[in-house]
């Protein structure tokens, strides 16, 4: 089966973000953030994540210690905050390293055969 050029693309674009979606959480939570926010700052950023895919990643990281979470109740509307911690802030910097060196070796392929 051949598939169109549009739906490979989507489907890799799609596997990036995912990968993408960790990290950029962990940053975005060194701001103590609800889940809605948290999709906002991760949009206005350029990194559009699905409800049905944040929450369950805020859960699994959450288990993984690398966010804490704490429901504040004074507000009107019961929100569950997010905020990360000193092993999530380690562990973004280590991913963020990855993250750059990885794309110095793309930039680095491209020139090669350019």
Not at 101 to 106: E, S, T
């Amino acid at each position: 089966m051949v598939d169109d050029g549009d739906t490979a693309l989507g489907t890799h674009l799609q596997e990036i973000r995912r990968g993408s979606v960790v990290l950029a959480s962990l940053l975005a939570c060194r701001t103590p953030r609800y889940g809605y926010a948290l999709l906002t700052t991760l949009a206005e950023a350029g990194i559009v994540t699905e409800a049905n895919t944040l929450y369950p990643l805020l859960r699994r990281l959450e288990g993984q210690g690398l966010l804490t979470s704490t429901w504040r109740t004074e507000e009107p509307r019961p929100r569950k905050y997010y905020e990360t911690t000193a092993l999530g802030t380690e562990t973004a910097e280590r991913l963020h390293s990855e993250w750059l060196a990885l794309g110095a070796g793309y930039t680095d392929l491209r020139k090669a055969d350019a």
